[in-house]
Antibody, heavy 118, light 112 residues
Framework: EVELVESGGGSIQPGGSMRLSCVVSGFDFSTTWMHWVRQAPGQGLVWVARINSDGSGTRYADAVKGRFTISRDNAKNTLFLQMSSLRVEDTAVYYCTRDGKGYYYDFWGQGTLVTVTS | QSVLTQPPSVSGAPGQRVIISCTGNSSNIGAGYDVHWYQQFPGTAPKLLIY???KRPSGVPDRFSGSKSGTSASLAITGLQAEDEADYYC????????????FGGGTKVTVL
């Protein structure tokens, strides 16, 4: 059974840093592209970042470029999102998602809430 | 402002058919990129409902169907049931600005 479990969210002040983790199981993580997608309270879904299977290639949404870093540890089946210079508008539930090899997301984690507030 | 446009809400009585539209442009759906649909209940993660325009993952009832034509796509729910009340999002790929995956703003389906 495929499982993705995020952790690391919480409340933080503007300008702060936070690292999200996503531990996966039930599939070969080392051969799978992964993404982070976020959802602000009461709003829609927005793609944040993606990483290829060996971690050598990453891409970011313009809104987070230069502030967020996606990475992975294939030995530990874990995906990360390092967030810095956090802004109020980064407040959202952050979902770890698996790439379905057709530009879609076939499995999602339960999400972790990040609240940026003074 | 989402790249893909969906109606904010649609409603129907149990047993009826409802259709949710997803309108894009020549840099996403119109460029030939596939459309995918997700279902989300309040407080839970989205779930893949339709992929590659019209394919259903295992376990998704056949009352859900998808189609794509030109610069738009549609999700149809036939024989609407109370448990279908949820938010639905379309998603595609957009080649503009270097290429990225894009979502619609979401549609709330209400069962009357």
């Amino acid at each position: 059974e495929v499982e993705l479990v995020e952790s690391g969210g919480g409340s933080i002040q503007p300008g702060g840093s936070m690292r999200l983790s996503c531990v996966v199981s039930g599939f070969d993580f080392s051969t799978t592209w992964m993404h982070w997608v976020r959802q602000a309270p009461g709003q829609g879904l927005v793609w944040v970042a993606r990483i290829n299977s060996d971690g050598s290639g990453t891409r970011y949404a313009d809104a987070v470029k230069g502030r967020f870093t996606i990475s992975r540890d294939n030995a530990k089946n874990t995906l990360f999102l390092q967030m810095s210079s956090l802004r109020v508008e980064d407040t959202a539930v952050y979902y770890c998602t698996r790439d379905g090899k057709g530009y879609y997301y076939d499995f999602w984690g339960q999400g972790t809430l990040v609240t940026v507030t003074s | 402002q989402s790249v893909l446009t969906q109606p904010p809400s649609v409603s129907g009585a149990p047993g009826q058919r409802v259709i949710i539209s997803c309108t894009g442009n020549s840099s996403n759906i119109g460029a030939g990129y596939d459309v995918h649909w997700y279902q989300q209940f309040p407080g839970t993660a989205p779930k893949l409902l339709i992929y590659t325009n019209s394919k259903r993952p295992s376990g998704v009832p056949d009352r859900f169907s998808g189609s794509k034509s030109g610069t738009s796509a549609s999700l149809a729910i036939t024989g609407l049931q109370a448990e279908d009340e949820a938010d639905y999002y379309c998603q595609s790929f957009d080649i503009a600005l270097g290429g990225s995956r894009v979502f619609g703003g979401g549609t709330k389906v209400t069962v009357l």
